[in-house]
């Protein structure tokens, strides 16, 4: 589907924002197909297909932005929403420069084999009716199945007053699974989900059934498994743990936004050692498929694959637009926004830990007495000061060296920076997680992935001298 605004239209309405005056303007356009679908217990219980389609205009005039934003239906609502935008600008002298749009076609990282929009919505009821038979399958523990699916396809333009027009299309899926088991009165869940900006073909039914396993395996073993220890142990994260350790404790405060408040334990460290020398973390918007990958930003900058920290020395923070300018560093095409009715801020789009040079066997085999945690779950952190807490949804006891029973209830605690100089290994391996990101209001789609990693020394919440887990 093509855009329904050209660059003729775009730049229309960026002269007229500007009539009134300003140092610069940006028209962002979007259209957004949406079809969210949720099969519970044997039954589809919600239904949603939409489409949203509108427009966001802001307007810099020294440090301040103006910003309108409406639902545009053609060129014609999107000049009277310039005007919206223009008139109030009261204190700009007009005569702002401007550079007649430049329309660039930037290349995707991947094809999309099959847009979602084509296939009929009875298949994609039925993938979750499968889902439902394969959890069901596992048993009289099984107590309750939720499978969802998400579709998105969302079309944008961005155009500015400095020639910029560009244009993207990201098509985005989710397939989730989440199965509960209960044995007696102790309830436990398990949760697996297929993501990426793909097409159709991502859900392969080798992929849902194994999906629809893992999810329906994880909660039989949590409400059979024992609660776990309060204390402090050796950790060995699996790769298969996902990404939420550098998401939560590491990421969110390479934001440039929060370094120029001041509000990050990173904020005025570039060039200080700040981790492990094995650690280098990386911001990637071009990884192939991935659930944060785009071309372009929501600013229309190239994505980019950002080197955060290399070998634990701090070298850059993740940028938009304004705050590379305020910080005097690359923008790096981290300006994401959850709508035209938003303003871009700075956010992560795939964010890892690369492989290092220890085999995942080998980090496990050295820990005589430890935690090894497979999964992961949410998590919060507190950037100023780096603390975090994280759920664990799959983890084991280790003992000498090798899995023994599977623990419940467990949580991490600790201190971000610190935690990070504290790793002593990195697998050769790397495993995905994904989710949807949360900031200043506003949800972005994310992925995170790490090698295998031991952290000597961590605290590991839990079950404390038999009260509850």
């Known amino acids: 589907m093509t855009p329904s605004i050209t660059a003729r239209d775009a730049e229309r309405a960026l002269r007229t924002a500007l009539s009134r005056g300003g140092e610069w303007a940006e028209l962002y356009w979007e259209r957004h197909h949406v079809v969210a679908l949720t099969f519970d217990d044997g039954k589809l219980e919600d239904a949603v297909t939409g489409l949203d389609q509108g427009a966001g205009i802001r307007i810099e005039v020294g440090d301040q932005q103006r910003f309108a934003n409406s639902n545009v239906a053609d060129a014609d609502d999107l000049m009277t929403l310039a005007g919206r935008a223009a008139a109030g600008i009261t204190d700009a002298v007009p005569g702002t420069s401007f550079e007649s749009l430049r329309q660039e076609e930037v290349p995707r990282t991947h094809a999309v084999a099959i847009d979602p929009r084509t296939v009929p919505i009875e298949r994609k009821v039925g993938l979750l009716r499968r889902v439902n038979e394969l959890a069901r399958a596992g048993g009289a523990k099984v107590h309750q199945v939720t499978a969802q699916y998400r579709e998105s396809v969302q079309e944008i333009?961005?155009?500015?007053?400095?020639?910029?027009?560009?244009?993207d299309t990201r098509v985005r899926l989710v397939l989730s699974v989440?199965?509960?088991?209960?044995?007696?009165?102790?309830?436990?869940?398990g949760y697996e989900a297929i993501a990426g900006t793909l097409g159709f073909e991502m859900l392969s039914d080798e992929a849902v059934v194994a999906a629809a396993e893992t999810a329906t395996r994880r909660a039989?073993?949590?409400?059979?498994?024992?609660?776990?220890?309060?204390?402090?142990?050796t950790v060995v994260l699996s790769s298969e743990a996902g990404g939420t350790l550098i998401h939560e404790s590491v990421g969110h405060g390479l934001e440039a936004d929060?370094?120029?408040?001041?509000?990050?334990?990173?904020?005025?460290?570039?060039?200080?050692?700040?981790?492990?020398?094995?650690?280098?973390?990386v911001d990637d918007g071009t990884d192939p498929g991935r659930r944060g990958t785009a071309a372009i930003d929501d600013e229309g900058a190239r994505t980019n694959r950002t080197v955060l920290i290399e070998n634990g020395v701090l070298k850059t923070y993740l940028s938009d637009r304004k705050h590379?300018?305020?910080?005097?560093?690359?923008?790096?095409?981290?300006?994401?926004?959850?709508?035209?009715?938003?303003l871009p801020i700075c956010r992560m789009t795939n964010t890892m830990i690369l492989p290092g040079?220890?085999?995942?066997?080998?980090?496990?085999?050295?820990?005589?007495?430890?935690?090894?945690?497979?999964?992961m779950g949410g998590g919060q952190v507190d950037v100023v000061s780096g603390n975090f807490a994280f759920e664990i949804t799959e983890c084991?006891?280790?003992?000498?060296?090798?899995?023994?029973?599977?623990?419940?209830?467990?949580?991490?605690?600790?201190?971000g920076p610190k935690l990070m100089s504290e790793i002593d290994m990195v697998g050769t391996d790397l495993g995905y997680s994904v989710g949807t990101c949360g900031k200043d209001g506003q949800s972005a789609p994310v992925a995170d992935a790490?090698?295998?990693?031991?952290?000597?020394?961590?605290?590991?919440?839990?079950?404390?001298?038999?009260?509850?887990?």
Do not use: H, W
């Open 157 to 167: 333009v961005v155009a500015n007053s400095e020639g910029r027009f560009r244009t």
């Open 178 to 189: 989440l199965v509960t088991a209960k044995d007696g009165d102790v309830l436990e869940s």
């Open 220 to 233: 039989l073993l949590n409400v059979a498994a024992e609660p776990a220890p309060a204390g402090t142990y």
């Open 258 to 281: 929060l370094n120029l408040k001041g509000m990050s334990v990173y904020s005025g460290r570039l060039g200080q050692k700040v981790a492990s020398e094995l650690i280098t973390v």
């Open 324 to 342: 590379a300018k305020k910080l005097n560093i690359p923008e790096s095409g981290n300006g994401r926004r959850e709508s035209f009715r938003s």
């Open 357 to 375: 040079t220890s085999d995942p066997a080998a980090i496990l085999a050295s820990v005589p007495d430890g935690i090894f945690v497979k999964k």
């Open 396 to 415: 084991y006891r280790i003992r000498d060296g090798k899995l023994a029973e599977p623990l419940r209830g467990a949580t991490l605690v600790g201190q």
């Open 450 to 469: 790490q090698p295998t990693l031991r952290i000597p020394s961590v605290v590991v919440g839990g079950k404390v001298k038999g009260t509850a887990a």
